[in-house]
């Protein structure tokens, strides 16, 4: 089952801010928080990811929340591009380091 | 710069045939992965493996086999088709540790009629 609990779509407009929010309340101590994204017809794309302080990187920044039990990605300016499903996603320690992905939030981006 | 490539792209079988997805990765990276992604659905793991002569089973194996005789390549084979098994298919590819960035190809589209 997915650690992690993101609302199922969202809209918004091009040119403005986007936060796409996350819970994650049985996270570890050691769990990293990653981002993908997938674009249609594609594979999942690495966006960011973080342990506890906030992170930023040319695609996007992740504020993770002091208790670490939700974190929220922000992209400063979407584009039209930037339409994709974003999955928030904990480690499965049942197999090794691979990645327990839920349904993901479907971000929709308007002209 | 390859990344991780998956072929075929697309693939129609019949019930009952057999079938091997590849996938190559020329990054050195040990950690290598199947997943299955369903409509609607996030993705799912098939197997996985932590580096050459070593695999190890997923959340939904069943239906499956892997090998992984180099670093590079990690081909997933299904042994006879069934319907249920119509999904895309997604290869992954990573360093070891557990909050290195996976690397995933494009996916192979199968559909099992």
């Known amino acids: 089952d997915a650690k992690t609990t993101q609302p199922n779509s969202m809209e918004s407009n091009e040119e403005e801010p986007v936060h796409l929010p996350c819970n994650h309340s049985t996270i570890s101590g050691t769990d990293y928080i990653h981002w993908y994204r997938q674009l249609p017809s594609q594979g999942p794309e690495y966006v960011i990811h973080g342990l506890t302080s906030n992170v930023n990187n040319r695609m996007a920044s992740l504020a993770i929340a002091e208790d670490r039990k939700s974190s929220t990605l922000i992209l400063h300016r979407a584009t039209l591009r930037d339409a994709a499903v974003y999955y928030c996603i904990l480690r499965d320690n049942n197999y090794g380091q691979n990645f327990v992905f839920g349904p993901g939030t479907r971000l929709s981006v308007l002209p | 710069n390859a990344g991780v490539t998956q072929t075929p792209k697309f693939q129609v079988l019949k019930t009952g045939q057999s079938m091997t997805l590849q996938c190559a990765q020329d990054?050195?990276?040990?950690?290598m992965s199947w997943y299955r992604q369903d409509p609607g659905m996030g993705l799912r793991l098939i197997h996985y493996?932590?580096?050459?002569?070593?695999?190890d089973q997923g959340e939904v194996p069943n239906g499956y086999n892997v090998s992984r005789s180099t670093t590079e390549d990690f081909p997933l084979r299904l042994l006879s088709a069934a319907p249920s098994q119509t999904s895309v298919y997604f290869c992954?590819?990573?360093?070891?540790?557990?909050?290195?960035?996976?690397?995933f190809g494009d996916g192979t589209r199968l559909s099992i009629l």
């Open positions: 493996s932590v580096g050459a002569g070593i695999t």
């Open positions: 992954a590819s990573s360093s070891l540790g557990g909050n290195q960035p996976q690397h």
């Open positions: 990054m050195n990276h040990e950690y």
